[in-house]
C-alpha cells in the first residue's frame, strides 16, 4: 500500500456520511448510540465545523472532524475524531488530514485547534507532540466518565487536552522538516507511559493510570507545560517544561 493514491477532500454525500459512521464503528468499536450521527456531522458542518475524508478511489479510508469553539475567550476549532482504517495506517494519512484541517481552520481566520487523548497511548502521543507540536497544559480526569465504549480507552477516560497553535514557530518549524527536532527546555520533568498500554493487563494499566494521574495532575498544577515526548525502547518519555 502507498497513500500517493489516497485523495483528501470534503465529505459531502450522504452516502460518505455514511461511510463516516460506520467508519467510527470499525476503529473505536463503539455501540450505535456513541456514533456521532450524519444529522450532528451535516449541522456542525453548515456552522463552521471541519469534515474531511481521505479516499481511496471511492472508498473511505479515514476522515477528521471537528466544530468551532472557544479557547479563552477566542475562537478556536475543537477536533473531535481522527481516524484511519487499520489496513492505512503508519503512511502518513492521518498527518496529511491534521494538515489539511488546519488549511481549512486557517481559512477561517482560525489559529488554534483543540483537541483531547489519552495521555497513556503511546502513539497518539508521539503523531501529536511530536509529529504536530501540539502542547498540553490541562490534564480532565475522566473527562467522559468512567467508562469508555471504546476498546482503544480503558482505565477510565483521562484525557489530555491539547493546543496546536497553527501559525506558532514551533508547530510551522515541525510540519516542514521531515525529522522533529525536539526542544532544548531547562528545568525539565520527565514522565515515563508504557511502550503499548493496550497490550497490558487491566490491573498493570489501571496502575499506570493512576500514577500518571497524579504525576501530571500535580506538575501542571505547578506550572509545567508538556511539550515533547519520545519513545525509548518499551517505554514512552514526556518532557515537561515551565
Ligand atoms: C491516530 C491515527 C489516526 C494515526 O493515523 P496514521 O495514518 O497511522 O498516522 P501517520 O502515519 O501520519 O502517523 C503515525 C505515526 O505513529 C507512529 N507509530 C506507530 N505505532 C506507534 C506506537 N505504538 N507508538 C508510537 N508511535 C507509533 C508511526 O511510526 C508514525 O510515525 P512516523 O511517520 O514518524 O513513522 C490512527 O492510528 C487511528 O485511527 N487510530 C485510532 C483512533 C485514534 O486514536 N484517533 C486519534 C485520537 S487523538
Redesign the pocket.
Known amino acids: 500500500m502507498s497513500s500517493d493514491n489516497i485523495s483528501i477532500r470534503q465529505i459531502e454525500t450522504f452516502a460518505e456520511l455514511r461511510a463516516v459512521e460506520e467508519l467510527q464503528k470499525e476503529?473505536?468499536g463503539i455501540p450505535d448510540m456513541d456514533v456521532v450521527p450524519l444529522t450532528q456531522l451535516i449541522a456542525a458542518k453548515a456552522a463552521g465545523g471541519v469534515l474531511l475524508g481521505a479516499f481511496d478511489a471511492h472508498t473511505l479510508v479515514?476522515f477528521v472532524y471537528g466544530f468551532v469553539a472557544k479557547e479563552d475567550g477566542e475562537m478556536a476549532h475543537h477536533s473531535h475524531?481522527?481516524?484511519?482504517k487499520n489496513a492505512?495506517?503508519?503512511?502518513?494519512?492521518?498527518?496529511?488530514l491534521k494538515l489539511a484541517q488546519r488549511e481549512e481552520v486557517l481559512a477561517q481566520g482560525i489559529n488554534l485547534i483543540t483537541?483531547?487523548?489519552d495521555p497513556l497511548?503511546?502513539?497518539?502521543?508521539?503523531?501529536?507532540f511530536?509529529?504536530l507540536g501540539v502542547v498540553c497544559d490541562r490534564y480532565m480526569i475522566n473527562f467522559y466518565g468512567e467508562e469508555a465504549s471504546s476498546f482503544?480507552h480503558q482505565s477510565g477516560t483521562d484525557r489530555f487536552w491539547v493546543k496546536w497553535l497553527l501559525t506558532s514557530e514551533r508547530v510551522v518549524k515541525r510540519i516542514n522538516s521531515a525529522k522533529a527536532e525536539l526542544e532544548n527546555l531547562s528545568d525539565k520533568l520527565l514522565i515515563e507511559i508504557p511502550?503499548?498500554v493496550n497490550a497490558l493487563s487491566d490491573e498493570v494499566a489501571w496502575e499506570w493510570r493512576q500514577r500518571t494521574r497524579s504525576s501530571f495532575t500535580e506538575a501542571l498544577e505547578a506550572g509545567y507545560v508538556v511539550r515533547e515526548f519520545y519513545?525509548e525502547g518499551e517505554t514512552?518519555i514526556y518532557i515537561l517544561g515551565k
Open positions: 476503529v473505536w479515514g475524531m481522527l481516524a484511519v492505512y495506517r503508519n503512511f502518513n494519512l492521518g498527518y496529511k483537541w483531547t487523548y497511548q503511546s502513539l497518539n502521543a508521539y503523531f501529536n511530536t509529529k482503544l511502550g503499548d519513545r514512552g
